[in-house]
Each structure stands twice: as C-alpha cells, then as structure tokens.
C-alpha cells in the first residue's frame, strides 16, 4: 500500500486508556506492583532514576537529532499527527539516532517533563509514513499506560544480586513485558489505521529487508503454527517481546474490535469482535509462550555425577558473563538449587580458569568409569540449559564442547548433541496441559 492511498480518518472519541489496554497487561501489571519484594526493588531501582533519565536525554541532545518542524518536517508531522490521533497534550520529544537496526523506545522524563521518543536513522530509512505512525503511536502507548513505571531490564537484570528477582517473579514479569507490547500495539494501530500496514512493520523487523522485496504476508500467521508444532518445552518463555506472528494476530484481532470500529464513529469500520473477544483472542495467542505448562524432571545419578554436571550446568547458563535467569532456574530443577547454588558460589570464588580445571578435572574421573554412550548420555542431560530460550549461541557451544571434553569425549560430539535438542529434550520433560 503506497503512502499516497492511506487517508487517514479522524477519531470521533477521544482515546481512552483503560479500554485499549490489553486485560492482561492491566492485571499482571497491577499484580507486580502489588507485590512487596519488586516495590523493595523499585524503590532501590527509582532512587537514581531520575538522574539516569536526564543522562539519557542528555546523551540524546548530543549525539542524535532533535525533530522540530524546521529540522524535519516530514517527521515533525508524523509525530503531530500521532498526537492528534491519540489526543496526547502533554510535551513529546522526538529523537532520530544513527544505528543500522530497526528500533524505537519511550522514556517518561521526571517532573511531568512529559515523554522522550527516540527512533533509529534506519527505522526512518525503513518505514514508510503510515508505517511510522504505527511505530511512534506505539512508543507513545507505552508511555501514555505508564509502562514505565515497572523497568522490566533493570527489575530482570540488578546489579546486585540478592535483589534477584524470584523464578515466578521472572516468569510474571516476562508474562507481563509480552502483554505490554500488544496493548502499544493497539496505540501504534488507532494510528495507522490498517492492520495490514501493522503487519508490514512486523516483517521488516521479522526479515530487515526494504518493503520492495516484502508482499503483505498472509501466511506470516503460518509461520507461527510451525514453530508451534516444532517448539521444544519452555522456548519462548524467556523473551521480553511477543512473537511477531503473534503481534500480527493480536493486532487483527483488535482491529476487528467494537472499540476500534467505535473510535472513529459507528460504521466506519465493521465490527466482528467485542473488545472481551478480542482480549482473549490475544491471550491465547500468548499463552504460547508461556512457562506455565512445563515441568522439569530432576536427574538421577550418582552424588560425584551430580555434581559435575552442576558445574556443567553453570558454565552453560554463564557463558555470555552474565547469569541467565532463565537458563539458572533450569539448572537448579534439574541438579537441585543446593548443587546450583555451590556451583554459583565456586565461580564467583575461584574464577574461570580454577572453576574449568575443577569441572575437567571431575569429568575425567567420571568418565573413567563410564562408557562413550554413558558420558554422551550427561552430555544431553545437561544441553537442554543451552536450547531452553531456543536459541544455541556460540558461546554456549563452546561451553558444549568443553563439557563434552571434560567426559573425554571428541568436541564434535557436543554438535551432535546440540542439533538433536529439539527432538531428544522431550524424553527430560513433562509437559502439562497443551
């Protein structure tokens, strides 16, 4: 769809925040708040927030471009039009900063300075014009729903870790950051007005590639259905955003919403859907990626075996310098927090070279009483740490191969392993439910 066959209509209601917010956005972020250890955390995390703010602003102010009508009148007017159709008063900043991605985000400035937008040269390069109301209209969702007001980084990632949030808290929180981003979503849609366009954002991002190369992507949703089918236990439940097919989904649903036909005047937009129906078509679609249905089965060996493979198991969920929540949680389920725990504090004492030559030193002596097929056996009993958020980094097959060497086996056995995760993790878990 070119730029010059989008005719924007104007809303007939003023938007109204609590209906376009996705329910369960609403309830789990009402539910994290509620909860006395995260507002423990907020109060440590909001004691330099405002400082933290203003550096950022200040780092904007020179070192990207400020959008004002003479600067940019091409985006002056895609952010003047977002704030129309949104019926947003307060003060937006807009920013353009130099990076080769597609990206956008939103920060709220302190003292009711009003909201920051900061968008990335090749999102402007990238999108067209209806394409980037929908990406400012959803930075400004989160700001307008006071998103903010829970830092999922800074909450999921403390810099001291007794402030560590707890399993269930993590899962919450993802839970919730997932929902946040459909109820921007349906901000960024009353702006562009089509969720076709929404969809074409969505397989920029899903692809990097320019529209001329992109159609409109009605089968983008059977992409989704695969991944279902082919999805080892737990994958996805670690990501802060939902899936794009995901996102297009949710996105018709709205559109096809009461409140969405409503906002710009009865009979503007045929209406299949309450807003109820809606909600619950999109957290089904959720649900997907939810933790909720897996369980993990405790490994059975020998106490010297257990704990090698805790050492094993740590190295794996530390191998980018910084402990996977995640991936840890996986860990202390399959060995036993004690064992984790031991491992965690090992590391933190001896550091890497000692905390290697002990797991090699270990798995030697393991192996010694073990065939080849035994030790291949621990090699995939711990592997599924690495495969948990569905992706295998590099590091992590390099921690693969170290282990693999540990039981005095050829590294290239590690890959083996690795490319069999999908298929092999099911015989280590239960799933519930779906």
Request: glycine share 8%; with cysteine; proline share 4%.
């Amino acid at each position: 769809m070119s730029e010059a066959t989008v005719k924007l209509r104007m809303p007939v209601n003023r938007p109204d925040p609590h209906l376009i917010r996705l329910a369960r956005d609403q309830e789990l972020f009402q539910q994290l708040l509620a909860d006395p250890s995260i507002q423990t955390s907020l109060e440590r995390i909001q004691g330099g927030v405002g400082h933290t703010l203003m550096a950022e602003k200040r780092r904007q102010l020179s070192a990207s471009l400020r959008i004002t009508e003479s600067v940019s009148p091409y985006l002056h007017k895609v952010l003047t039009t977002v704030k129309t159709l949104l019926g947003l008063e307060m003060p937006v900043e807009l920013y353009v900063t130099p990076a080769p991605v597609l990206n956008a985000f939103c920060m709220t400035l302190p003292d009711s300075e009003g909201l920051l937008v900061v968008v990335t040269s090749q999102a402007v390069e990238r999108f067209t014009r209806p394409e980037l109301l929908f990406l400012v209209g959803h930075e400004l969702g989160h700001g307008i729903l006071q998103h903010s007001r829970l830092p999922g980084g800074a909450l999921l990632n403390p810099m001291d870790d007794d402030a560590r949030l707890s399993w269930d808290q993590t899962m919450l929180m993802l839970r919730w950051m997932r929902a946040s981003e459909i109820s921007a979503d349906r901000f960024g849609l009353l702006c562009c007005q089509d969720p076709s366009l929404a969809t074409r954002v969505f397989l920029k991002l899903a692809s990097g590639l320019p529209g001329q190369y992109l159609g409109v992507g009605e089968e983008f949703q059977d992409q989704m259905d695969d991944w279902v089918k082919t999805k080892i236990a737990g994958e996805g439940m670690d990501e802060t955003h939902p899936l794009l097919p995901i996102r297009v989904a949710c996105s018709h649903a709205f559109a096809e919403s009461e409140y969405f036909s409503h906002f710009f005047g009865a009979g503007a937009v045929e209406a299949c859907n309450s807003m109820e129906g809606a909600d619950n078509a999109c957290h089904d679609q959720l649900c997907q990626m939810d933790a909720d249905h897996v369980q993990i089965d405790r490994l059975d060996h020998p106490e010297e075996v257990m704990g090698f493979l805790a050492l094993a198991g740590f190295l794996l969920c530390a191998s980018d310098n910084e402990i996977d929540t995640v991936e840890y949680h996986w860990l202390c389920e399959l060995v036993g927090r004690d064992l984790a725990e031991r491992a965690r504090g090992f590391a933190g004492e001896a550091g890497f070279e000692t905390y290697v030559q002990e797991m090699y030193s270990l798995g030697n002596g393991i192996s010694q009483d073990l065939d080849r097929k035994q030790c291949l056996k621990l090699v995939s009993d711990i592997a599924i740490i690495a495969a948990v958020d569905g992706h295998v980094h590099p590091n992590e097959v390099k921690g693969m191969q170290m282990v693999a060497e540990a039981l005095q086996l050829p590294s290239h056995l590690a890959d083996v392993v690795i490319k069999d995760l999908g298929a092999g993790s099911d015989q280590r878990l239960n799933l519930r439910g779906s």
